[in-house]
């Protein structure tokens, strides 16, 4: 594994490709939404993740896993033979779709097709408990947030060795937070609580910067911007320039639980049903 300091050249350089490639394919301004469709639904989102191709995955309280393409049609569905509560779906890092189940302490690895490859139980010898997890860059490696002692980890699931271990508690209030996802993203780690904001790490688990956001229920990645619900308003920040463009937008529905800003659409989901919006 390379030190975070000899990625972040080649990070900065594929950044502003990235960022140039983005300026052409988004409006320069908050863009004006148009309602393109909705599609009703019978149990309510509890995690979404979009793959690099724009496909959006949402895991519903009951279970169950639905693809979607960008302008909502059901690609495909996935109904579990074990029922659990689900706690995150991942599909950007690899082609495989990570599923975890806090109550269960398991975790689940789809295909694209959302045909189940495995499953993998965290090992009770290395984790106390896992408040959250995601699959790491690498496909090999799994993140995850321990609450017993109140730490950031990540450990090889083949072998079950430890490969980072970084205390959270001079980070974090351990009587006052709420860990809802996380994702490794272009050799950075990010921690989402709810009470205090998105906390950033390098690859190696060294604590990099904290995004101050306070009662934000949903975060997500697009490029190179980290965009986030306020009640009915999304808004955008730029992770490696401040000084860039934000965007800051009124979402014109009630109840909005999660957002997928994807090249031309918004898609946002509410208890009840997925909202697709055109982007002008």
Same mark, same amino acid.
């Given at each position: 594994m390379q030190p975070f300091t000899t990625n972040r050249v080649g990070g900065k350089l594929l950044g502003v490709v990235a960022w140039l490639y983005s300026l052409a394919a988004w409006p320069q301004?908050?863009?004006?939404?148009?309602?393109?469709?909705?599609v009703p639904i019978s149990s309510t989102p509890v995690s979404l993740s979009v793959d690099k191709n724009d496909f959006v995955y949402i895991g519903f309280e009951d279970g169950v896993i639905t693809k979607y393409d960008s302008v909502g049609k059901v690609?495909?569905?996935?109904?579990?033979?074990? %029922?659990?509560?689900?706690s995150l779906v991942e599909a950007w890092p690899t082609m495989l779709v990570f599923v975890f189940y806090k109550e269960l302490q398991n975790c689940l690895f789809l295909d694209r097709f959302l045909n189940e490859q495995s499953a993998y139980a965290i090992d009770p010898n290395m984790v106390g408990f896992a408040r959250i997890a995601t699959l790491a860059q690498d496909g090999s490696s799994i993140? %995850?947030?321990?609450?017993?002692?109140?730490?950031?980890?990540k450990y090889a699931k083949n072998t079950?060795?430890?490969?980072?271990?970084?205390?959270?508690? %001079?980070?974090?209030?351990p009587t006052g937070y709420n860990i809802v996802?996380?994702?490794?993203?272009?050799?950075?780690?990010? %921690?989402?609580?709810?009470?205090s904001g998105v906390l950033i790490f390098d690859n190696l688990g060294n604590f990099k910067k904290k995004v101050e956001l306070k009662n934000t229920n949903?975060?997500?990645?697009?490029?190179?911007?980290?965009?986030?619900l306020e009640g009915n308003f999304l808004k955008t920040i730029h992770l490696y320039n401040a000084q860039?463009?934000?965007?800051?937008?009124?979402?014109?529905?009630?109840g909005v639980l999660q957002a997928a800003l994807l090249e031309k659409h918004l898609l946002v989901t509410t208890s009840k049903a997925i909202h697709i919006f055109s982007l002008r």
């Open positions: 301004s908050s863009p004006q939404l148009i309602l393109h469709s909705q690609q495909l569905v996935f109904s579990p033979q074990r %029922l659990g509560a689900i993140w %995850l947030m321990d609450e017993v002692d109140f730490s950031l980890k079950n060795q430890p490969m980072v271990n970084t205390a959270l508690d %001079l980070l974090l209030d996802w996380m994702r490794e993203y272009q050799n950075l780690v990010f %921690l989402h609580d709810v009470n949903f975060v997500g990645i697009r490029n190179e911007e980290l965009y986030y860039q463009r934000q965007w800051e937008f009124s979402i014109p529905i009630k």
